[in-house]
């Protein structure tokens, strides 16, 4: 029975900042570890969250690998140095989601129009079933519409990150479709969301008593089956 709530986080945007690469004229996630850099005040949000007993998920749509923009084990690479300073804050990320499909991929395993990309709920209905998450009670915090319109969609709590624009009520689906919060950064948001939990009439379900955590959290990459590359790595269980 699903008794726990969580806290899934965007990546991109919201943990670490993204890149202008020059060569291709556009704004996207990092290609490379040096430019993988966390944002400020990261560290200090994922340690208020984790006081919380909540796990913090990271749900990201990845398609660097489809892309061939970097490969497997610099998405690895990434994951290390997240973890490495979250760790020096006496933080840590309990599991990571990414989806590794686009529709336009040049590597033809991953071209595809899936349900785990967002704005699809794939990636929180698995880490629900996996971690045994109440998506009611959960919120997910992203810097772009379609984390809005996946966390709503799964009936989460949302948290936008960033100046909210009255032209993107334009664009999101459905049209006026708003965030239940807006914050300025991580952690202004996780503050937002420790406000909430704890002022809150009824008491928040949060993670079972003898839910141990083993360092490191687990990773997985969608797709799953053996016919797509990369396929699921555990580093660890809660």
């Keep these: 029975m699903s008794t726990t709530r969580a806290v899934f986080l965007d990546r991109d945007g919201v943990i670490n900042r993204l890149v202008y690469h020059r060569d291709a004229g556009i704004v996207d996630s990092p290609f490379t570890l040096q430019q993988f850099e966390l944002l400020p005040r990261v560290p200090k949000a994922v340690r208020l969250l984790n006081s919380l007993g909540l796990p913090v998920v990271v749900v990201s749509n990845q398609p660097g690998i489809a892309k061939r923009h970097f490969d497997k084990s610099t998405l690895r690479r990434f994951d290390s ?4 300073a979250l ?22 395993s991953l071209r595809k129009r899936c349900s785990c990309r967002k704005p699809g709920i794939g990636m929180l209905t698995q880490a629900a079933r996996d971690l045994g998450i109440v998506l009611a009670d ?5 810097d772009g519409l379609t984390d809005i319109e996946a ?6 709590r949302t948290v936008f990150v960033g100046r909210w624009k009255c032209e993107h009520c334009q664009f999101i689906e459905p049209h006026c479709l708003r965030p239940s919060l807006i914050a300025r950064d991580l952690f ?3 503050k937002l969301i420790v406000s909430e939990v704890r002022t809150q009439s009824a008491p928040m379900r949060v993670a079972r008593k003898g839910r141990r955590r083993v360092a490191g959290g687990f990773t997985k990459y969608l797709p799953r089956d053996p016919g797509h590359v990369p396929i699921v790595e555990r580093t660890g269980l809660l």
């Excluded at 140095?81 to 490495?84: N, Q, R, V």
């Excluded at 966390?151 to 989460?156: D, F, K, L």
Aim: proline share 2%; charged share 20%; hydrophobic share 40%.
């Design 188 to 190: 202004e948001a996780a």
């Design 151 to 156: 966390g709503s969609r799964a009936g989460c």
């Design 81 to 84: 140095k997240l973890k490495a």
């Design 138 to 142: 959960s919120y997910l915090v992203g």
């Design 87 to 108: 760790a020096l804050a006496g933080a840590h990320i309990d599991a990571t989601y990414y989806c590794l499909h686009h529709p336009d991929a040049v590597v033809k």
